[in-house]
C-alpha cells in the first residue's frame, strides 16, 4: 500500500482549533482539494459539537486536556449512538458475517437509507454505496467511517440523495450516518 502524502487529521483538527497553521500545512491545503473538503466538513463537526455535548475528542488531545487544565478539550466526534440498539436489515442474501458482501438499511431523523457494503481483500479497502431517500435535503447528512473515536473519512451524499466511499480501514470500523443529534451507527468487523 502507497504512503499518503495528505497531513494526519489530528494537525488539520488542531489547525482548525487554533485557526492557524504551519505554512507546510497552508500550502498543501491550498494545492489538495481533498483536504480542502475534509477541513471544510472538520469546521462543520467543530460547529456542531458546540451545540450538542454528545461529541467526545480524540484521546491525544483529551489527555492533554486532562493533564493540562482539567477540562474538556475540542476533538474529533465519537458516536452519540454507539451503545444504542439500531434495526439492521441484510439483504439480498448477504451473509450477516461483515468480512462479506452485505446490504443493510436503517433510517436517521425521517430518512431512510441504504447502504452497500463490501470489502476488497486485496488492498484492504472497504466500498461503500448508499442512498438517501424520504429527505428533501439529503445533503444535511454527514457519513462517517470512524475508528477509535477518530474520523478516517467523511461526505455528505450528492443532491440526488447517493453517496460512495472507497477508503482502506483497520479492524473495528465502524459507519456513522448523521443528521443533527441522530445517528445511525454501522459496525465493521471486528475480528
Given at each position: 500500500?502507497?504512503?499518503?502524502?495528505?497531513?494526519?487529521?489530528?494537525?488539520?483538527?488542531?489547525?482548525?482549533?487554533?485557526?492557524?497553521?504551519?505554512?507546510?500545512?497552508?500550502?498543501?491545503?491550498?494545492?489538495?482539494?481533498?483536504?480542502?473538503?475534509?477541513?471544510?466538513?472538520?469546521?462543520?463537526?467543530?460547529?456542531?459539537?458546540?451545540?450538542?455535548?454528545?461529541?467526545?475528542?480524540?484521546?491525544?488531545?483529551?489527555?492533554?486536556?486532562?493533564?493540562?487544565?482539567?477540562?474538556?478539550?475540542?476533538?474529533?466526534?465519537?458516536?452519540?449512538?454507539?451503545?444504542?440498539?439500531?434495526?439492521?436489515?441484510?439483504?439480498?442474501?448477504?451473509?450477516?458475517?461483515?468480512?462479506?458482501?452485505?446490504?443493510?438499511?436503517?433510517?436517521?431523523?425521517?430518512?431512510?437509507?441504504?447502504?452497500?457494503?463490501?470489502?476488497?481483500?486485496?488492498?484492504?479497502?472497504?466500498?461503500?454505496?448508499?442512498?438517501?431517500?424520504?429527505q428533501?435535503?439529503?445533503?444535511?447528512?454527514?457519513?462517517?467511517?470512524?475508528?477509535?473515536?477518530?474520523?478516517?473519512?467523511?461526505?455528505?451524499?450528492?443532491?440526488?440523495?447517493?453517496?460512495a466511499?472507497?477508503?482502506?480501514?483497520?479492524?473495528?470500523?465502524?459507519l456513522?450516518?448523521?443528521?443533527?443529534?441522530?445517528?445511525?451507527?454501522?459496525?465493521?468487523?471486528?475480528?
Open positions: 500500500m502507497k504512503k499518503s502524502t495528505h497531513p494526519k487529521i489530528e494537525q488539520w483538527w488542531e489547525w482548525i482549533i487554533a485557526s492557524e497553521a504551519d505554512s507546510s500545512l497552508e500550502s498543501h491545503l491550498d494545492a489538495c482539494e481533498e483536504c480542502a473538503e475534509l477541513v471544510e466538513t472538520l469546521r462543520d463537526l467543530r460547529r456542531a459539537r458546540r451545540s450538542t455535548r454528545f461529541l467526545l475528542p480524540p484521546r491525544s488531545i483529551l489527555q492533554r486536556a486532562v493533564q493540562g487544565k482539567k477540562q474538556m478539550a475540542p476533538g474529533l466526534p465519537a458516536s452519540p449512538m454507539r451503545s444504542a440498539k439500531v434495526p439492521v436489515d441484510v439483504r439480498g442474501g448477504a451473509s450477516e458475517d461483515p468480512t462479506q458482501p452485505r446490504t443493510v438499511t436503517g433510517n436517521v431523523g425521517e430518512a431512510r437509507i441504504s447502504v452497500a457494503i463490501s470489502p476488497r481483500v486485496e488492498d484492504q479497502i472497504w466500498q461503500f454505496r448508499g442512498i438517501v431517500t424520504g428533501p435535503d439529503s445533503t444535511s447528512i454527514q457519513v462517517l467511517l470512524v475508528h477509535d473515536d477518530h474520523i478516517l473519512a467523511a461526505i455528505s451524499p450528492s443532491e440526488d440523495g447517493t453517496f466511499l472507497d477508503e482502506p480501514a483497520p479492524q473495528g470500523w465502524s456513522e450516518i448523521r443528521k443533527g443529534d441522530d445517528a445511525w451507527v454501522i459496525p465493521g468487523p471486528t475480528e
